[in-house]
């Protein structure tokens, strides 16, 4: 039983006679010991101890200022169980600005939503941040105050107000890992300020520096190289693991623990249900380390999700760990500490290893990493993508690429190739993302329709390309929307939005082509729906909205750790199950761009009916065999229930 569990029994007992305050004294001592050992073991120090009890009484203050409708909201979620794990859950993440103007604009655009059944918004950063280059606003300069571009925090504690009622849910990022160098700590930290240079990783000359670049990977090697900065102003090298202009925050200082702790309850405070840890997998710096992914992060991350649990316990955290697959599965807590760190993390290894089926028309990798994933805590999900505002990293796992006779190197480029305009063959239409020449690794940028392939048909008006890119994309789609967990629609791909080549026309833009998947929403193309019936935006946007309403219809598609990965004896076709008592729903997915077929004796054998026994919900159909082989077409998808 994890704490949130502990806290739902509490708040269910005698519930009309406690008052929310009482609930939280009762949460405060339910989670005190726990809070206790994750905080005693990162700060050791005898002098920490004084910050334990500002702790305290902070938890204490933290909670008189949560909002009376959003604190009675906390037990109406602890009672409704895990609700991010319901198949009612259907994501779409967007930059407000980009999508429609601002904050009133994405208010107008609620009936939008709710004709293509999204209820969980994640919106990207909408807080101040410094003008030019600023990582697209993940360089904060502030916690909680709306950029003006954005509007108001009325207008956004209004659209939030709206969205409850509405029963939709938002999700903000909680930029955990750095603040901006405009945030008032960094302007104080120039300015000379002691106390606050030891916020962030600051050191005179280059020894520490030094040390700490012998192991420390480089995220932006060819924007960013190096993991620091000098600055002017301090006369200090200060630690900037991502852009010079983001400064790594020291948590080492419990400090910057605290203050951190009441900006997140602030965001929370803002109406948002699901906080999106960002770059969570940074959090704790070590000499002779990667300083990713350390035990130290994740007794921090676990700190931060005890206390939020007893200030806002209804408001969840999604972590952003893009890391090698079995290390993603960490942040859901494991040992004492299961269930009690996130509750929901990016799927980045499904994400990643459906580029890799796309690109090698195979599922034989995809099915073998998937099936020796760690099955996740009962109470975590996934947030289930294809795409989204960042690039796609390569992040296989060697020894299972080399299980199927690759060389992970090689494997590798031919990936890249593939994507990147490198093979004359391939459809796909991206781009590289900081190549590192020093170990040849590199990313890829691309929206989801150029990478697989639309772009490159229209540009050739070859129909069947078309086509196939649009079978591709909904196949994509249709995987996240049936695998266990919150599929995220990341916005413009419901209506098969391409590349977006400006961003090399923007002097604050034009070194991170990251932007060219960043596209405006195009409501020239959504206006046209209803009137051009035949056109890939339609197809793709009609398609997703019917596999949205099959998802919201079927509760096997509910994340209870019910899924089961079949190894096809055709390699080319993904096979998984999703059951609920005595229903399941069967999903094949053809990567190969022929007809691939499928014996009826195996689909027997994983509880398949034959004849009229089984319908496709996709098309209402029965299943045909043609001399006892099922034939999927390419790029076809079958979600199989039996009848
Ligand atoms: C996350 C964001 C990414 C940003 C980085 C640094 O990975 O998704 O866009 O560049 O954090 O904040």
Sequence with gaps: MNQAELLRILASRDQKKKSTQSLFEQRLATNLSLINTQFFSLYQEKEHKTYFLTLLETLETLFKTR????????????????????????????????????????????????????????LMPITTRPAGENDGGYAVNSYHEIDSKYGTKTDFLDFTKKA???????????????????FEWAQKAKEGNLHYQNYYYTYSDRHIPDEFEKTLPEIFPQSAPGNFTYNDEMEKWVMTCFNTYQWDLNYRNPEVFIEMLSNLVGLANLGVDVIRFDALAFLWKKLGTLSQNLPEAHTLISLFR???????????????????????????????????ECEVAYNASLMALLWNSIATKKASLLVKSVSEIPTKPQDATWVNYIRCHDDIGLGYDDDFVRAMGYDP??????????YCGKLEWSPAKGLMFMYNPKNGDGRITGSAASLLGLETALEQKNDKIVDYAITKILMMHGIILTYGGIPMIYAGDEIATLNDYSYEQNE????????????????????????????????????????????????????TNNIKIHGCPNEHIFVFQRSHEDESVWVLSNFNEVTETINIGWLLSIGILTGKNSIDLLTGESIEFIQNELALKPYEQLWIKNI
């Design 508 to 559: 604050d833009h034009i070194n991170d082509n990251r932007w060219v998947n960043r596209p405006m929403q195009n409501w020239n193309i959504v206006a046209k729906i209803k009137t051009e019936k035949d056109s890939p935006s339609t197809t793709v946007y009609n398609g997703l909205k019917k596999m949205i309403r099959l998802r919201k219809e079927h509760t096997v598609f509910a994340d």
């Design 164 to 182: 409850r009622k509405n029963d939709m849910f938002i999700m903000l990022d909680f930029v955990v890992n750095h603040t901006s160098d405009e």
């Design 306 to 340: 005890l206390c939020l649990q007893v200030v806002a316990p209804g408001v969840i955290l999604l972590a952003e760990a893009i890391v090698a697959p079995r290390n993603i599965i960490k942040y859901f807590g494991e040992g004492t500490l299961t269930g009690n």
């Design 409 to 418: 190197t090689a494997h590798k480029q031919f990936i890249l190739n593939y």
């Design 67 to 122: 909002p009376k409708e959003l604190q009675n909201q906390d037990i109406d979620r602890l009672n409704a169980g895990n609700w991010y794990q319901s198949e009612q859950m259907v994501g779409m993440q967007m930059y407000v600005d980009r999508f429609n103007k601002d904050i009133n604009g994405l208010k107008e655009k609620l009936p939008y939503f709710e004709d293509l059944g999204i209820n969980f918004l994640h």
